[in-house]
């Protein structure tokens, strides 16, 4: 006979599955907040309360729950997707699109208890009762316990009120779960196990020497003094009327990880590493690297907000969300940026910025060729988007601008990391600096200048969807990504993307690195001289304007002091002549004091001020003279009997002054010296460190086998030399100021006269270059002009006789002739207003210059088209600054076909090799002439032209990021004639 047994549950399974699965406290918020984002919320928030029981809100404003759903689904382990239908109903998006579901296994929602024993469960539903649940995560610790014997107690309610009311009876209901309330062969049942789990507890820690509370004690304790209250409630949308659905996860006893986000002090390293550790695990939740200017890409940002805020009485702190984040616009102008797609053959296609330069040529990286790329459906891998932007994090080789180094050093000190998105959704841990899923920093501590990416250095995503990527599923502790076939294909082909990436463009390896380095350097250095010049200007000019704003004030009272001294002067006989010589040692003294620093060219709002002061200080030196004339006179009148012994005492005044003033200033220069030797101590020590540093990991790698002697050798001699090259410029020009000071030159003295000089030749410089950008517009002027003096000429010459014969057409041809004339030699009005970007097609541009060449055209018998591909093609950009190059280059078309002698003449718009392509069957442009197409007036028409057109072409387009230039005539250009080429940044081929 065959007896039917099924499994019994423990109560511990649920602590197994929940707070010992998810790996952390962040991480267990993470898998709340998709759970949310699966209800259609819009946002949620994590709101810490400090108090003496400080407490924790997970709210949100998605569909809610009803009793039952409560009890049938949340209250059920494991009914997720397989169990339910993938497809949430219409009314329960709330006006949102269908959302890929992020939870699979039905256990996300147990991570409530790795925040904290206690939860206040409280959700509602559109057109529903609230529903409330208390839980204490704790009796689920007990082994002794089975599943079944565990009751959690629910309530429904129709006023907010009525939770905090019947908020005891819930504890009550709660602790029925130690004390088996009043089933009789329950309460014996719990009363036992709790028994003999609390004797195990305190045999456990006899050892020790502890005595904690026995757990059901401890228990009974903590639901005694639960206190959550309305504060609580208060940002939950529901609760304050913003929202009629919703749930709220309340959490007391919170864990250690929630509580230091209560503190501000970082003297504590511990909860400082917790700190960092909670932003760097949930910022970025939503996907930051969003394209903005590519509407797909935006379509797959879902709309939800989230949020941390700690709270210090009714005062919140903003600890992370979506209103304190990065965004990829500003990541754009960082210097080494890829972007592009891996497809499912594990080949990535797209294009690479390099050292502030896009290339033109499209990057290309295949999968290691040993790796077999998976087919089959339950283990191949499918397409997803990488993008990764990072820069030179030394100044004096990175190509950016001080400010900018600094603002995106500072980003990557919060934000980096190489991230995994899922359908717009953080996947964990990727992104941490505990995790090396891509071996980059293995890769890194073999040869660091040539694997060159640093996960601490770099802002870098996948981006993957469940429905093209079902095979790429999280662990059930969601650390990372089930170790299964496809998950390793992703490691390699990503790994091969960034180790190929930097040996071709920005590791020590690279050409373009050792092309471009040393110029940049170059560069920088310059650059750097000129900031130092700028600072010393600028303390110069701070100097000034701090002196001379105090010595306005007091300067009027010391002449003030000095003409009371003057008018008053008397001396009655020899014993007031030393006080009265004193006096004016002083005057002289108290005046010299008064001295500014060289007052800059251009004084702007203090030059009243400077005025002022020139005129006091004027008044006080003269009457300093005529105090020390009037001494005289006075002393002679006097005729002193020992005029030997009032000398001696005025040399021992004249000495103590001096002597002070000496002091101060070598006091100052002591205090000065001991910083800077205290400074160059410090740095010596460093970089003497530095090179060791830097070599050890070669030795490891000879170590290892990986290197041999002659190759180790060689590496070491190339590290020495940049290094000794970095110690050289820190040190070098160091020893040249000391030598410089000791041959008493006042570097100071020469900086500022040199800057001086610099900022006269610079004026100088300016005024020369407007004279001639007042010509380059004069000529730019003419250019555009002319094409609308044909139009409007023409349009006069077609009038009826009779109508050109009137005065009113006479005075109007003269008054435009006058008119144009005087046009063609003002400069430009400065236009401003708002640069607008959009999406232009081709159809559009096509439309446009066809109508705006019509007459011309026809006149000419030239035939314009444009392909369906072009018609097709887009781009994202401004309207004003794409039209005039599509002008520029069909009345250069139009020209030239006017001089050919062939019959068939044409002009085409298309697109070849997703590349626009504007061509003409025109004689083309000379062979010798293509070099110098595009520089400014260049030109070979014999009449009408200035050599402006394809120069401003050219900028226009290379403000936009695009390119253009000019191309022979081959077998994939439509026309034989002229073929310009532009390459759009961004343009789509696919559709209108």
């Given at each position: ?222 639901l005694s003094h639960l206190d959550f209250g309305n504060r609580h409630f208060a940002e939950w949308p529901v609760w304050s009327g913003r929202a009629n659905h919703g749930t709220a996860l309340l959490v007391a006893q919170i864990n250690y ?253 690279s050409d373009i690195r050792q092309e471009l380095l040393p110029q940049i350097t170059e560069s920088n250095k310059a650059r750097r001289a000129s900031e130092d010049r700028n600072k010393l200007r600028q303390k110069q000019r701070q100097e ?449």
């Open positions: 006979m065959i007896d039917g047994v099924s499994f019994q549950t423990k109560a511990r399974t649920v602590d197994h599955l929940g707070r010992e699965q998810i790996a952390d406290c962040p991480t267990a918020i993470s898998e709340l907040w998709k759970n949310a984002f699966d209800a259609y919320a819009r946002k949620v928030e994590l709101n810490i309360y400090d108090g003496e029981d400080p407490v924790a809100v997970i709210s949100d404003d998605g569909h809610g729950m009803s009793r039952s759903e409560l009890v049938g689904r949340w209250l059920v382990v494991g009914t997720e997707s397989k169990a339910t239908s993938d497809s949430t109903p219409i009314a329960d998006r709330l006006g949102l699109p269908e959302r890929t579901r992020q939870g699979q296994k039905g256990i996300g929602r147990l991570s409530c208890a790795n925040l904290g024993p206690i939860l206040l469960l409280v959700s509602k539903r559109i057109n529903a009762p609230y529903v409330a649940a208390l839980i204490d995560w704790r009796l689920f610790e007990n082994p002794f316990l089975n599943l079944s014997d565990i009751f959690v107690p629910i309530v429904e309610f129709q006023e907010q009120s009525a939770l905090l009311e019947q908020l005891p009876t819930l504890i009550s209901a709660l602790t029925e779960n130690l004390t088996g309330g009043r089933d009789a062969s329950r309460a014996k049942r719990l009363q036992d196990a709790w028994r003999t789990y609390d004797q195990s507890h305190l045999d456990d820690n006899r050892a020790s020497g502890d005595r904690p509370l026995p757990p059901s004690e401890a228990i009974l304790s903590t990880d929630l509580r230091v986000e209560l503190e501000t002090d970082d003297a504590d390293p511990a909860a400082r590493a917790a700190r960092d550790r909670f932003f760097e695990t949930l910022s970025s939740f939503v996907d930051p690297f969003v394209d903005p200017a590519n509407e797909d890409d935006q379509r797959k940002k879902p709309d939800f907000s989230y949020s941390v805020r700690a709270w210090d009485g009714s005062v919140p702190r903003l600890i992370l969300g979506d209103q304190k984040q990065f965004d990829r616009r500003q990541l754009d102008g960082m210097e080494h940026q890829i972007v592009g797609t891996v497809g499912p053959d594990g080949t990535f296609r797209g294009r690479v910025k390099a050292f502030g330069k896009w290339l033109d040529t499209p990057c290309v990286i295949e999968p290691p060729k040993d790796l077999d790329i998976p087919q089959r459906p339950d283990t191949r891998v499918g397409p997803f988007d990488i993008y990764i932007a990072t820069m030179e994090f030394t100044a004096v080789r990175t190509t950016h601008s001080q400010a900018e180094f600094q603002h995106f050093k500072g980003l990557a000190e919060r934000y980096s990391g190489f991230m995994i998105f899922r359908d717009g959704l953080r996947v964990l841990p990727y992104g941490r600096t505990d995790n090396d899923f891509f071996e980059i920093e293995s890769r890194r501590s073999k040869n660091a200048g040539r694997e060159f990416w640093n996960h601490r250095q770099m802002f870098g995503r996948l981006s993957i969807s469940r429905a093209t990527n079902p095979n790429l599923k999280d662990k059930a502790g969601r650390e990372g990504l089930l170790d299964n076939r496809a998950a390793k294909t992703l490691k390699l082909v990503v790994s091969q993307i960034l180790e190929q990436s930097a040996r071709r463009y920005f590791g020590s390896d000034f304007r701090g002196k001379l704003r105090r010595f306005s004030q007091e300067l009027p009272e010391l002449v003030r002091e000095l003409e009371n001294y003057a008018q008053n002067l008397h001396i009655a006989d020899e014993s007031q002549i030393s006080k009265a010589q004193q006096d004016l040692e002083i005057f002289r003294e108290r005046a010299a004091d008064f001295r500014l620093p060289g007052a800059p060219k251009s004084l702007g709002s203090l030059e009243e001020a400077y005025t002022s002061y020139r005129d006091s200080a004027r008044a006080a030196n003269v009457l300093v003279e005529t105090i020390s004339q009037e001494l005289d006179a006075q002393i002679e009148r006097v005729a002193p009997r020992k005029p030997r012994e009032l000398l001696e005492r005025q040399l021992a005044r004249n000495a103590a002054q001096i002597h002070h003033r000496i002091k101060v200033w070598a006091r100052t220069i002591d205090e000065l010296q001991k910083a800077e030797f205290k400074r160059i101590r410090d740095l010596v020590g460093l970089r003497n460190k530095h090179f060791h540093s830097e070599a050890e990991p070669l030795l490891a790698r000879f170590d290892r086998g990986e290197l041999g002697f002659a190759e180790t050798s060689k590496l070491m001699d190339h590290m020495k030399s940049r290094v000794d090259s970095d110690n050289a410029d820190i040190f070098q020009p160091y020893i040249g100021a000391l030598e410089s000071l000791k041959e008493s030159i006042d570097l100071e003295q020469l900086a500022v006269f040199s800057m001086e000089e610099v900022s006269d030749m610079r004026a100088e410089l300016d005024r020369l270059n407007a004279l001639a950008q007042l010509g380059i517009a004069v000529e730019i002027v003419g250019h555009e002009l002319q094409a609308y003096d044909d139009i409007i000429g023409d349009g006069l010459g077609k009038l009826p006789d009779e109508v050109r014969s009137s005065r009113a057409v006479k005075d109007i041809e003269f008054g435009y002739q006058g008119l144009t004339d005087q046009l063609r030699f003002l400069s430009p009005l400065r236009l401003a207003g708002q640069k607008i970007q959009r999406w232009i097609t081709g159809r559009e541009i096509a439309d446009y210059v066809g109508e705006f060449f019509r007459l011309p055209m026809a006149k000419q018998h030239i035939v314009f088209s444009a392909t369906d591909e072009f018609l097709k093609f887009r781009v994202f950009d401004q309207q004003s600054r794409l039209l005039p190059v599509f002008i520029n280059l069909i009345n250069n078309s139009i020209y030239w076909l006017s001089t050919s002698q062939e019959s068939d003449r044409k002009i085409v718009l298309c697109v070849v090799d997703d590349e626009i392509v504007v061509s003409d069957s025109g004689p083309g442009v000379d062979a010798d002439d293509v070099a110098s197409l595009f520089g400014l007036f260049f030109t070979r028409k014999t009449r009408g032209g200035r050599g402006v057109g394809l120069y401003l072409s050219r900028a226009n387009l290379a403000a936009g990021g695009h390119r253009i230039r000019y191309e022979s005539p081959t077998s994939k250009m439509p026309l034989k004639g002229a073929n310009f080429i532009i390459s759009f940044r961004g343009a789509e081929f696919d559709g209108e």
